[in-house]
């Protein structure tokens, strides 16, 4: 489960924090851990924006250690940022919050952000809430997020929380945003991130990102979301006749493949795979538009039945989020303490992977507040559970 998405609408905010050399305006996104603000510096009289975390919280061990790992992790691998991801200005820290500094993302008409009270911040998510992209904003922002998603797996790095709300547009550029989850790839990683962007094996490495961008890159093709893949729709001609569309369309189910091992390997190899359109447009080749919708009908549904029978020989597996309020508790799962490769039990806020889709006895176990029994949880049915010490 990702504790923050870049730019949600907030709750009552309440009184501003004090920040050193800014104004906060109002808060214009929130999430589990913290919340952005508008603000003003109040030197320069520059607009940003400022994620603004607790360090201390009731029921929370370290809210703001975790953004503070991923953060010097993305510094200390990338000391120059990619023009492709949210450019971070300043972090810093008060007596009582964890504070950074980014630019501000456009209005959502398209203008740069402003202090006026009628100012939203443009997301890819609040754009396709009125359709899919023009199939020229499709190509560009596609390889916008893939370029800088490239950046961070070149470096060996994996974002884990890659979808439209995280991708905020600066200046009419694409840039992915929200740090709060990067880690190291290659070693055991825990299962966290939004629930719908992840990929069915509930692996947490670069190719869990591919599977996500290919599901961002579907939205914004098709109009629909995520979890009408593979669906195309109503805009299946429309996709069809057009280069650029269909080539992403291709690219999306490559992908989104069921199969870990036939997707792309990391964004890097996406992005060479978008070269095929222009060889395609070379070759002055026209082929009616009724056969390429009969061919990606086919490929849609030849990944639709090669994932059917994955699920039919093997045991349906599921991934599902485990939530404790206060964080930091142990998970039991039929009497067994879930264990990392590392041999660490992994402890709440967190998502594992690869579990049957069936019931399973559910036990928190918290170093200073005891035991909680879940009792049986059928996997199948419910993906979610959250236990609270002092609700019962």
Not at 306 to 313: G, M, Q
Request: proline share 8%; charged share 25%.
């Amino acid at each position: 489960m990702s504790p923050e998405s870049a730019f949600e609408r907030p709750s009552d905010p309440g009184p501003p924090p004090d920040i050193p050399d800014f104004d906060l305006i109002r808060p214009v996104g929130q999430g589990g851990f913290g919340r952005v603000w508008l603000a003003r510096n109040r030197a320069t009289g520059h607009l940003r924006a400022v994620k603004v975390i607790p360090l201390r919280r009731s029921g929370a061990s370290d809210p703001a250690g975790r953004e503070i790992s991923s953060l010097s992790r993305l510094e200390a691998s990338l000391p120059r940022r990619h023009p492709g991801l949210l450019n971070i200005h300043h972090v810093g820290k008060t007596a009582e919050h964890l504070f950074y500094v980014m630019d501000p993302a456009d209005d959502l008409s398209g203008s740069p952000a402003s202090s006026g009270a009628g100012y939203r911040p443009a997301t890819l998510e609040s754009r396709l809430l009125e359709g899919p992209l023009s199939p020229e904003d499709c190509e560009r922002h596609a390889r916008q997020l893939l370029e800088g998603l490239a950046s961070l797996h070149d470096a060996g790095m994996v974002h884990r929380d890659v979808k439209p709300a995280n991708c905020l547009f600066v200046g009419g550029e694409l840039k992915l945003a929200d740090f709060g989850l990067v880690t190291q790839a290659g070693a055991e990683i825990s299962r966290v991130g939004t629930q719908k962007y992840m990929p069915p094996d509930g692996r947490m490495d670069a190719r869990a990102d591919v599977y996500a961008a290919g599901l961002v890159i579907y939205e914004m093709i098709t109009g629909l979301p995520s979890g009408s893949f593979p669906r195309l729709g109503e805009k299946a001609a429309r996709i069809a006749r057009t280069p650029a569309l269909r080539a992403l369309a291709r690219l999306a189910l490559g992908a989104c493949h069921p199969d870990p091992e036939r997707r792309y390997r990391d964004a890097r190899a996406m992005l060479a795979e978008m070269q095929a359109p222009a060889a395609e447009s070379r070759s002055g080749r026209h082929v009616p538009w009724r056969r390429i919708v009969t061919s990606i009908a086919v490929l849609v549904l030849l990944l639709v039945m090669a994932d059917t029978a994955r699920r039919t020989i093997e045991p349906p597996l599921v991934h599902v989020n485990f939530i404790t309020y206060p964080f930091e508790a142990t998970i039991y799962l039929d009497g067994v303490r879930r264990m990392d490769a590392a041999g660490r039990p992994y402890r709440t806020p967190c998502t594992l992977g690869g579990l049957q889709a069936r019931p399973h006895r559910v036990i928190f176990q918290h170093d200073k507040l005891g035991e909680i029994d879940e009792g049986m949880v059928d996997f199948a049915r419910t993906r979610q559970i959250v236990a609270r010490w002092g609700s019962r």
